[in-house]
């Protein structure tokens, strides 16, 4: 499966890479990583005319300590993400949750940015990052602006990202200690998760975010909110599904989503407790 | 557009078009076959190769991406006058193939692996190859001689 022809230009940095997106309109798309857009393009189900590579802008690919949060560049991929030192002592969740994405092979290549732009529910790393609270830097021909993941994802594969803008950092508050807990559920080794749940527990409050249970990542506020108002694990997990509004698919019907959403959320609310 | 890639130790410049993907170009362009497609759909393995020394799955990433890299096929494991690259020795030793149609990424992806993780366990070794699908040997004999490689 080869994809439909496309013209190939490479950006060396952020502001280049946004003015190519610029010239070529709206059919040009950014290749991080590849790993995401590449077979969708084999399949033909996308077919963009301009492909603007920004997998080499390499000072786009760090993971920094600034203070009360960590700096991770748009284009760091998995494998970094999840053999990082600096994550393992400040947000072990997420290099945990890296670590679950796809396979060796795929770490090497895609990119937490590309992750993230990508906005697919199924995905570990946009669910992880919301449970946590991050907040994405985006920049465009005008400018960066800062969203909150609470507010970056609005539908399947949609996020609040123009055409010409670029996400260039994710900023993950340290957890201080917190629990945590990342639960994936799939039937074969390698698979997306059918229901997945990133969680963390500390004396400062709680986050719980659901993999694959509706069009986007989903914050599982009831959780947190029972939590806080002294509900046990059990009780504030069977809130588990209230926020989501999960598909049926082969694998899975909304029942038995709905079903594994609340056991893998208690699981992951005892875990992080323990 | 034009490309150059060191493979196995040899420069080669070719004019690709953006399209083309790694694996394609590796076997049709270089005519090194060694590199198998399965399933297509970065799923199986099959088509793993090093990109300055790490796996990835060649049908999933362009040649343009590739430019410049470093590029090791199964083809270059083994040493010019033929002896066999010590993970190649303990699939053999091991018999850890039988139709041999996934050795190629296997071999690709376990050294990569071993680079790593230098002494894996048993299930590091077994999550470690779980992008290679082999329909063949239930993978016993595949994580035995990706353990005995490691002992080298
Ligand atoms: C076999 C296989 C298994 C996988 N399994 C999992 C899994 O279990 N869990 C999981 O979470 N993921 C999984 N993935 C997806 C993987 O995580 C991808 O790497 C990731 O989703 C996309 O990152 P990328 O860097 O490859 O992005 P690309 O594919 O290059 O890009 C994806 C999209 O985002 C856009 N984009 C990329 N970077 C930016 C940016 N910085 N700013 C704005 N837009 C951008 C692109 O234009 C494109 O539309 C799997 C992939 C494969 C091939
Ligand atoms: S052919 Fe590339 S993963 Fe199967
Ligand atoms: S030996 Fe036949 S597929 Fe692995």
Redesign the pocket.
């Known amino acids: 499966m080869i994809p439909a022809a496309f013209d190939y230009v490479r950006a060396s940095s952020a502001a280049e890479a946004i003015s190519l997106i610029g010239q070529h309109g709206s059919d040009a798309?950014?290749?991080?990583?590849?790993?995401?857009?590449?077979?969708l393009m084999k399949l033909r189900l996308v077919a963009p005319s301009v492909l603007v590579d920004?997998g080499r802008i390499t000072d786009l690919s760090y993971i920094k300590d600034a203070g009360d949060h960590i700096a991770i560049g748009?284009?760091t991929r998995?494998m970094d993400v999840e053999k990082s030192a600096v994550l393992a002592q400040h947000a072990p969740l997420l290099a945990h949750a890296a670590g679950?994405?796809?396979?060796p092979q795929?770490r090497h290549?895609?990119?937490i940015?590309?992750?993230i732009?990508?906005a697919?529910p199924a995905?570990?790393?946009p669910a992880t990052t919301l449970a946590l609270g991050a907040t994405y830097v985006v920049q465009g021909p005008n400018g960066t602006r800062e969203i909150p993941a609470s507010s970056f994802f609005h539908g399947f594969l949609q996020s609040d990202?123009a055409e010409d803008?670029?996400?260039?950092e994710i900023r993950v508050p340290k957890m201080n200690g917190a629990g945590w807990s990342f639960q994936k559920f799939n039937r074969r080794a390698?698979?997306?998760?059918i229901v997945g749940v990133a969680a963390w527990r500390g004396s400062h409050g709680s986050g719980v975010a659901l993999v694959n249970m509706g069009q986007t990542p989903i914050l599982a506020s009831a959780v947190s909110k029972a939590l806080a108002g002294g509900a046990s694990i059990a009780d504030a997990a069977a809130l588990a599904a209230d926020d989501a509004e999960p598909s049926p698919d082969n694998n899975a019907s909304v029942e038995y989503r709905t079903h594994l959403a609340k056991v893998l959320v208690r699981r992951a609310l005892e875990q992080a407790s323990a | 557009m034009q490309i150059q890639v060191t493979v196995n130790g040899r420069k080669h410049t070719s004019e690709v078009e953006p399209r083309t993907l790694l694996v394609q170009y590796v076997r049709e362009v270089l005519e090194l076959t060694g590199t198998n497609i399965g399933c297509d759909t970065?799923?199986c393995g099959a088509c793993s190769l090093h990109i300055d020394g790490e796996a990835v799955k060649s049908c999933?990433v362009l040649a343009v991406q590739a430019d410049g890299a470093n590029i090791t096929t199964i083809e270059g494991m083994a040493t010019a006058d033929g002896t066999l690259h010590p993970m190649q020795q303990a699939f053999m030793e091991n018999h850890g193939l039988q139709c041999g149609y996934c050795t190629p990424g296997m071999v690709m992806a376990a050294t990569s692996l071993l680079k790593e993780i230098p002494n894996p366990t048993e299930e590091e070794v077994r999550i470690g190859l779980e992008g290679n699908l082999c329909r063949c040997t239930g993978y016993h004999n595949i994580v035995k001689a990706v353990l005995a490689a490691a002992g080298k």
Not at chain 1, 29 to 39: D, Q, R, T, V
Not at chain 1, 100 to 103: L, T
Not at chain 1, 190 to 193: G, I, K, M, N
């Open positions: 798309k950014f290749l991080a990583g590849g790993h995401s857009l590449l077979p920004v748009a284009m998995h679950y994405v796809g396979d795929v290549r895609g990119t940015g590309g992750s732009a990508h697919d995905s570990d790393l990202l803008e670029m996400l260039t390698q698979d997306w998760a | 970065s799923s999933t």
